[in-house]
C-alpha cells in the first residue's frame, strides 16, 4: 500500500490567490481528516469525514478554508483567499473503523504550505 | 473539552541511555485512548505506542514503553537504548472512546540523540 498521498509536498503562492491542497486516503479507509502544523498552536483538527460525510469541521478557522470529498479516495482542501497566517504544514490522515479498538491514524508526509 | 500538555519543549540524551517523556491530559471520560507519536525531521508522522485506558498494563512496543497513571492523568513515554534515529519531535496524543474521532495533541517535546 502506497500510504496517504498528499500534492503538492511543497507550495508557495502569494497572499490572496487560491490554494488547493489534495489528498488521497488509504484504500479501504472510511475516514479521513485534515490537521494543519504550526510552531504556534501545534497540531490542529481541522475537519473529518466520515465515508465522505464532513463530520465535525469545528476547527476549520474561518469561511476562507473549505474542504470536500467527492468520493472514497480523494479529499481537497482549499483556502480563498489565502493570508500569510495560513503558512504552515498541513496533513491528510486516514482511518478504518474497527470493532472492539481505536482507529489508528495513518498521516500523509503533509504539505508545507508558505504564503507571501 | 480535553486537553493534553506536554512541558518538556526539548530534551536531550546521550546514545544508548533511557530518556523519559512526559505527558499529562485532562478529561471527565473514563474510557479513552493515548497515543505516542514520532515525527523525525522528514516530518512524516508515526505512531510509536499507544494505551487503552481501560488496560492497567502498560504498553511495550521494543524499546519504547509507557508509564500511564490513569489517577494522576499521566502518561509517559520511555525510551531504552537510545539511538540516533530516535532524534525527532514526540507527540503524545488523546482520543475518546466512542463517538468523537478527534485526536487531540500535546505541543510536542523535541528529543535529541547525542552520539
Known amino acids: 500500500d502506497a500510504g496517504v498521498i498528499q500534492s503538492p509536498r511543497h507550495e508557495v503562492t502569494e497572499m490572496g490567490q487560491e490554494v488547493t491542497l489534495r489528498c488521497k486516503p488509504i484504500?479501504?479507509?472510511?475516514?479521513l481528516f485534515w490537521y494543519r502544523q504550526t510552531m504556534m498552536r501545534g497540531l490542529e483538527l481541522l475537519i473529518y469525514f466520515n465515508n465522505n460525510v464532513p463530520i465535525d469541521d469545528s476547527g476549520m478557522p474561518e469561511d476562507r478554508f473549505s474542504a470536500k470529498m467527492p468520493n472514497a479516495s480523494f479529499s481537497t482542501l482549499k483556502i480563498q483567499p489565502s493570508e500569510p497566517r495560513d503558512s504552515a504544514v498541513y496533513f491528510c490522515a486516514s482511518s478504518l473503523r474497527l470493532a472492539g479498538g481505536p482507529n489508528e491514524q495513518f498521516f500523509g508526509p503533509g504539505t508545507r504550505l508558505t504564503v507571501l | 473539552a480535553q486537553t493534553v500538555t506536554q512541558s518538556q519543549p526539548e530534551m536531550s540524551v546521550q546514545e544508548a541511555e533511557t530518556v523519559t517523556l512526559s505527558c499529562t491530559y485532562d478529561?471527565?471520560?473514563?474510557?479513552?485512548?493515548l497515543f505516542w507519536y514520532k515525527q523525525p525531521p522528514s516530518r512524516q508522522m508515526i505512531l510509536v505506542i499507544r494505551?487503552?485506558?481501560?488496560?492497567?498494563q502498560n504498553a511495550t512496543e521494543n524499546r519504547f514503553s509507557v508509564n500511564f497513571q490513569k489517577a494522576a492523568k499521566s502518561f509517559s513515554l520511555k525510551i531504552s537504548d537510545s539511538q540516533l534515529g530516535d532524534t525527532a519531535m514526540y507527540f503524545c496524543a488523546f482520543l475518546t472512546q466512542g463517538g468523537s474521532e478527534k485526536l487531540v495533541f500535546g505541543k510536542g517535546t523535541k528529543l535529541t540523540v547525542n552520539p
Open positions: 484504500s479501504g479507509h472510511d475516514y
Open positions: 494505551q487503552e485506558a481501560y488496560k492497567q
Open positions: 478529561t471527565s471520560e473514563s474510557n479513552y485512548y
